[in-house]
Every structure is written in C-alpha cells, then in structure tokens.
C-alpha cells in the first residue's frame, strides 16, 4: 500500500472496547482532519453521531463522497482500503464497530 505524503491533521480514534468479539472505536474529525490510509482486516458498522461529509481517498488517485446522518448507520465487508477526511466544515464523529468473530 502506497501512503502519499499528507499536510492533514489527524483524526482522533479512541478505542471503547477491545475484546475477543468486537474493536469499538470513537473516530473524532476537525475540519479537514483525516485518518490516513489503512485496509480494514474486519468487516465493520459505522454509526455516525454527527451530521457530515466525508472524503474518500480510494486506490488508484480515485474518490467519493458519504454524506452521514446521525444515528443512521452503514456496513462495510472486511478489505476495504481507504483515507477517510473530514470534508465539512464543522468537526465530526462516528462509531466504527469491527467484528473479529466475522471477517467474511
């Protein structure tokens, strides 16, 4: 996985549970905040707990844009390779819940 050079500020995780079942982490964004380029080993539900835009860096120089709703949550199977940023200008957060018992 290629990692290009970024001037971004990164974005806060905070892991709340961290078990034999699941990794819960609180991700907080500033504006223009990102999480740098990683690959999901889990599949995964996000939450979001505030309104928002995200960026989405894909491979191969393509995006996309998700815009969030609070409380209305979205899955994602294990594998997905990306840089998530904050495109708003307000800050924002989700919850994002990887599930080790499934990876398929």
């Known amino acids: 996985m290629s990692t290009p050079l970024s001037c971004r500020a990164p974005a806060t995780g905070t892991v709340q549970i ?3 079942k699941v990794k819960v982490t609180r991700w907080d964004f500033d504006p223009g ?3 740098g380029w990683h690959r999901h080993g889990m ?7 505030t309104d ?7 491979p191969g120089g393509q995006t996309a844009t998700a815009e969030l709703k609070a409380g209305v949550s ?3 199977a294990f594998g997905v390779e990306h ?6 200008t307000a800050p924002l957060s989700f919850v994002e819940v990887e ?3 499934y990876t398929g």
């Open 18 to 20: 961290d078990d034999d």
């Open 33 to 35: 905040a990102e999480t």
């Open 43 to 49: 599949s995964y539900v996000v939450t979001p707990v």
């Open 52 to 58: 928002g835009t995200l960026l989405l860096e894909l």
């Open 74 to 76: 979205y899955a994602r």
């Open 83 to 88: 840089n998530v940023v904050n495109a708003g």
């Open 99 to 101: 599930l080790k018992a």
